[in-house]
């Protein structure tokens, strides 16, 4: 009996890692940088642009890389050199985005 709750164990934590080495290696991806761009684009006036899109530690850490916001004219509003969400997984559940924490590097506000 022990050995059985053993392997479960073993088998249930084998396919968590595969999990979460999916999710890390999913969000390197082009594919996966242009559907959260994209999902961002139809909710917001003006355009998101990102040039990468990082999930860490199980992902509850997300970090995007030079980003900018640029109005409905093209012209750039805000950019980021990096920012980075520490979110509240479980809240996920009740379906709302919970932020923890907020990290901007290097924030450019352009006011014209």
């Known amino acids: 009996m022990k050995k059985k709750i053993l392997v479960t164990g073993a088998v ?7 999990v979460m080495a999916g999710l890390y290696g ?7 940088k242009n559907l959260l761009v994209d999902h961002i ?13 990082h ?3 199980a992902g509850s850490f997300l970090r ?3 980003l900018q916001l640029q109005d409905t004219q ?7 050199d ?4 520490d979110l509240r997984l479980s809240a996920l559940f009740d379906k709302v985005l919970e932020i923890q924490n907020l ?10």
């Open 26 to 32: 999913y969000s390197r991806t082009d594919h996966a």
């Open 55 to 57: 999930v860490l530690a």
């Open 103 to 112: 990290h901007i590097d290097r924030p450019r506000l352009h006011l014209t």
């Open 64 to 66: 995007l890389e030079n």
């Open 82 to 85: 990096s920012l980075r969400l």
């Open 12 to 18: 249930i934590l084998i396919c968590f890692a595969a």
């Open 74 to 80: 093209g012209n750039t509003c805000l950019a980021f």
């Open 41 to 53: 684009n139809t909710l917001i006036p003006g355009t998101l642009k990102a040039e990468g899109i």
